[in-house]
Nanobody, 125 residues
């Protein structure tokens, strides 16, 4: 299977973007899907994840209340709605999955099997 992330771009502080993670070769609803980001010169950071079946979600403290993760089963797509964007949200965003693990804070520390190619988000005036 493959994941493809898209939807990044340039946005002003306070603006919004919606990232998409499309799966091919497997049904995303059967997998925990995570969003990660990596800013220039920094390590990779776990942002959010959604559980198998979409019943539970997790958010890093840095994005809680501003970002929302959701799944659209009809289109086999996981979205990351990002509101009230800040310059510190600037990064390359990736989606990833691994059926061995569950959506939880620990999910972001595993070496996951499947990764999308990344989409650039730049928040700047």
């Amino acid at each position: 299977g493959q994941l493809q992330a898209s939807g990044g771009g340039l946005v002003q502080p306070g603006g919004s973007l919606r990232l998409s993670c499309v799966g091919s070769g497997f049904t995303l609803d059967y997998y925990p899907i995570g969003w990660f980001r990596q800013a220039p010169g920094k390590g990779r950071e776990g942002v959010s994840c959604i559980s198998r079946g979409g019943g539970s979600t997790y958010y890093a403290d840095s994005v809680k209340g501003r970002f929302t993760i959701s799944i659209d089963n009809a289109n086999n797509t996981v979205y990351l709605q990002m509101n009230s964007l800040k310059p510190e949200d600037t990064a390359v965003y990736y989606c990833a999955t691994d059926e061995r693990y569950s959506c939880a804070p620990s999910y972001f520390h595993y070496d996951l099997d499947y990764w999308g190619q990344g989409t650039q988000v730049t928040v700047s005036s």
